[in-house]
């Protein structure tokens, strides 16, 4: 039986002087629903399995390096490279104007994307990411709903993928507008052909992209869940208040809440422990991106070419967008937690 047959169900014999049999639902757990999203992002780096949870002491990974802890641990290291790189961007000779503006941006972006990667390779490396997955069980009708959002969170990410990818080919290949990216060469050292560099940027331009929007749909659909979790926690709270004479709990069903709230909790905790880097960094790096994307276009527009300015605001609506979602996220599992957490102690 696969890991998609969620809504199978096994039977389970109990010898209690007669065999008898009882149905109960297999609970998926989450590993499996965001399955489309992990796969993704271990393409390129962004997640790996170190060893099987069964295995693994909470924070004392130890396992043997397989082929996707190197490839994501040779991303993190050269895109940490690249952000040292780039400080040779600047020179003395530069003004105040749109060219300086550019260099800022593509800076506090790339710096944006190694904070990104390392993030996420902490987060494998330390094993609490596979943990955290697969100790989430989720029943029928969650998973369900897990795993649409998850594809279609996935779909997303790859449009504006490809999107970003498209757009760099275009300033990299056809037009000097990103000739700075290829320093120190461009700006310290002259050649006669920038042709095989250009060439080499995209190809690492793929893993830059990469690290700047995959890491958000994650970081937002792991938002949705605990905050999805807490709702239904709160439904259930509600609901079994209802039936009661009174609305009085038992002290059984109060611990059992309480339980099921704090291993909710536990696990957000865990989760925040290592992706408050990646939001600190995505809510900085892209609130200064968008200041200085709407300057450029409000007093510095080029209308000589209508693909420059069309890319400008696509980099405007993709750092608009993941700044929001950063906010949405922090903002609605608060939410939740509050409500929750209010609700508990009231009782």
């Not at 039936?243 to 069903?253: A, F, H, T, V």
Request: hydrophobic share 50%; charged share 15%.
């Amino acid at each position: 039986m696969n890991a998609r047959a969620h809504a199978a169900i096994f039977v389970k014999r109990q010898r209690t002087g007669s065999s008898s049999v009882e149905i109960t639902p297999i609970m998926t757990t989450l590993v499996d629903c965001l399955s489309p999203l992990l796969t993704s992002m271990k393409c390129f780096g962004l997640f790996f399995n170190r060893k099987t949870c069964d295995n693994l002491t909470e924070g004392t990974a130890r396992g043997r390096w397989n082929l996707s802890m190197v490839h994501s641990t040779v991303v993190a290291v050269l895109l940490w490279i690249n952000v040292i790189r780039m400080f040779s961007v600047f020179t003395p000779q530069d003004v105040f104007g749109v060219d300086l503006f550019f260099k800022l941006i593509t800076g506090m972006w790339m710096l944006l994307c190694a904070i990104s990667q390392s993030t996420y390779f902490a987060f494998s490396y330390s094993g609490n990411l596979d943990c955290m997955l697969r100790g989430m069980k989720l029943g029928e009708e969650f998973a369900k709903y897990s795993r649409k959002i998850a594809l279609i969170y996935a779909c997303l990410a790859w449009v504006v993928f490809i999107m970003s990818q498209l757009f760099t080919i275009y300033s990299v290949i056809f037009t000097t507008y990103m000739n700075f990216a290829l320093t120190p060469i461009t700006t310290h050292f002259h050649v006669s052909s920038l042709l095989t560099l250009r060439i080499l940027y995209l190809l690492f331009s793929v893993y830059l992209n990469a690290s700047w929007i995959f890491p958000h749909a994650m970081s937002f659909m792991l938002a949705r869940i605990f905050a999805e979790q807490y709702r239904q926690l709160g439904q259930a709270f509600e609901q079994t208040l209802n039936k009661c004479d009174e609305r009085r709990l038992s002290d059984s069903d109060i611990e059992t809440f309480r339980e099921k709230h704090l291993d909710i909790s536990v696990r957000l905790n865990q989760a925040d422990g290592f992706l408050m880097f990646h939001n600190a960094g995505a809510f900085c790096c892209q609130l200064f991106n968008v200041i200085l994307i709407l300057y450029i276009l409000l007093f510095f527009p080029s209308p000589q070419n209508p693909v420059v300015l069309i890319m400008n605001i696509f980099w405007l609506l993709g750092c608009f967008s993941g700044l929001s979602l950063t906010a949405a996220g922090g903002i609605m599992v608060n939410c939740y937690v509050s409500i929750d957490t209010n609700s508990l102690l009231y009782i």
